[in-house]
């Protein structure tokens, strides 16, 4: 009777453990995420991926407390449909799978401290058989997904490098990292020709689209974006995943990108893909630094979300891209240099869209009014009224660049830079 009692208790102890995990489920998420790209850097590449990690990081969670609180046996266990995702979105980048292994190890020891510490708290007396339970049955979950994960991983990584584009990953990839040595042998199964200009593409497509469907939108960018292109003299197209390219446009001279213009062409031909654009480049330096610049200006378009345009241009956003690099520090740059205007309500919107095309024509109020088809007095008052909230002095000439700079962030990433509106009493 006293074993039952006993028990009993400890499955309760259990059940509160879960409960309260399943209470603060979205602050655990968050903190145990972080913890993960920290000590795996490898994961932590852009926010499409931190995002497929968050969510199988979640459900992983919710099956192991299931887990936790039956008597479902390890055949039972069954690594969630997103985990499976992850793995293999992880083995069509080449991110070794020795990181994606490693995390699940991070998440498994972040999990039990905290289930560990609920416990002992609940638990009292009874609290040590219930930590061996959680212990035990956590370390079966966790085994047996990490080999379901591994599996899809490996299964992914021979189909994607078995095909022709996974090839070309492979050497586009040793290009980047500097250990494709012979540049002719790169240039022969690339059909690429490295050491001339570049101007480099990265397009994505909405997850929900099925790869098949995907890979026709990618080949519709390549032949609409050659026709913007017209003169390039060689193109290259390489698979990222299963949503996600990079394209190579060799072309003789810079060429400028007109983004609205390709936004109304991507419209026109009912493409469903985002696609940012990097400056130009020479040689194989440039062929690297051309992809790094897409690299940024796509991690940018992310944050942005919807409220970003479809279409990016590096150029246009370069100096915000940088400093989106510390999304926390260009949050407090915005803070610091629009005041009060840094607030996320529509009038604040409605200024600080005024002031910025105030600021880039010149601080011409014709043009301003011409440009948002307004008055030339609501251009005035609204100017005057924003320079109030920054704390700026409207005569102080050639002390544009941080608040312009400021004002672009806040075009571009809109919430994710702003301060919430304080709520009203």
């Known amino acids: 009777m006293e074993q039952q009692r006993a028990a009993r208790s400890t499955e309760e102890v259990v059940g509160l453990v879960a409960q309260t995990f399943l209470r603060d489920r979205a602050q655990f998420i968050d903190e145990l995420s972080s913890l993960m790209r920290t000590q795996v850097p490898a994961l932590d590449r852009d926010p499409r991926l931190r995002e497929l990690m968050e969510a199988g990081t979640t459900d992983n969670l919710m099956e192991a407390l299931q887990f936790l609180q039956n008597e479902a046996t390890e055949d039972d266990v069954r690594a969630p449909e997103r985990a499976l995702v992850y793995a293999r979105i992880l083995a069509q980048r080449d991110v070794p799978a020795s990181a994606l292994i490693r995390a699940y190890r991070v998440g498994q020891a972040g999990f039990l401290d905290t289930a560990m510490r609920y416990a002992i708290e609940f638990g009292g007396p009874v609290s040590t058989p219930a930590i061996v339970h959680i212990v035990n049955r956590t370390s079966v979950y966790i085994d047996q997904v990490c080999e379901q994960v591994g599996v899809a991983y490996e299964q992914e990584r021979d189909r994607w490098v078995g095909n022709r584009g996974g090839l070309r990953q492979q050497w586009v990839t040793r290009v980047l990292n500097?250990?494709?040595?012979?540049?002719?042998?790169?240039?022969?199964?690339?059909?690429?020709?490295?050491?001339?200009?570049?101007?480099?593409?990265?397009?994505?497509?909405?997850?929900?689209?099925?790869?098949?469907?995907?890979?026709?939108?990618?080949?519709?960018?390549?032949?609409?974006?050659?026709?913007?292109?017209?003169?390039?003299?060689?193109?290259?197209?390489?698979?990222?995943?299963?949503?996600?390219?990079?394209?190579?446009?060799?072309?003789?001279?810079?060429?400028?990108?007109?983004?609205?213009?390709?936004?109304?062409?991507?419209?026109?031909?009912?493409?469903?893909?985002?696609a940012v654009f990097s400056g130009y480049g020479t040689g194989i330096a440039g062929f690297r630094r051309t992809a790094g610049q897409a690299d940024r200006a796509r991690r940018l378009a992310l944050l942005g979300g919807e409220h970003m345009a479809r279409v990016l241009s590096y150029p246009d956003v370069a100096a915000v891209a940088l400093l989106a690099g510390d999304i926390d520090t260009l949050r407090e740059f915005v803070a610091d240099q629009l005041g009060e205007l840094a607030a996320d309500n529509e009038r604040n919107l409605w200024l600080r869209e005024t002031l910025r095309v105030f600021l880039a024509g010149n601080r011409s109020y014709a043009a301003a009014a011409t440009r948002l088809a307004v008055h030339r007095n609501t251009v005035q008052y609204r100017v005057r009224q924003a320079l109030n909230l920054i704390g700026a002095n409207p005569e102080t000439h050639g002390a544009d660049l941080y608040p312009r700079l400021a004002l672009q962030a806040t075009q571009l990433l809109g919430a994710a830079v702003l301060r919430p509106e304080a709520p009203h009493r």
């Open 178 to 274: 500097g250990t494709a040595t012979d540049a002719d042998a790169a240039e022969q199964v690339l059909q690429y020709p490295l050491t001339r200009g570049h101007l480099a593409v990265y397009a994505w497509t909405d997850p929900h689209i099925d790869p098949a469907t995907a890979v026709e939108v990618f080949d519709h960018l390549r032949m609409a974006l050659a026709g913007v292109f017209d003169r390039a003299q060689g193109t290259l197209m390489v698979p990222v995943d299963e949503h996600e390219a990079r394209l190579w446009f060799a072309l003789p001279h810079e060429a400028a990108v007109d983004s609205a213009a390709v936004e109304r062409l991507l419209s026109e031909r009912g493409l469903p893909v985002r």
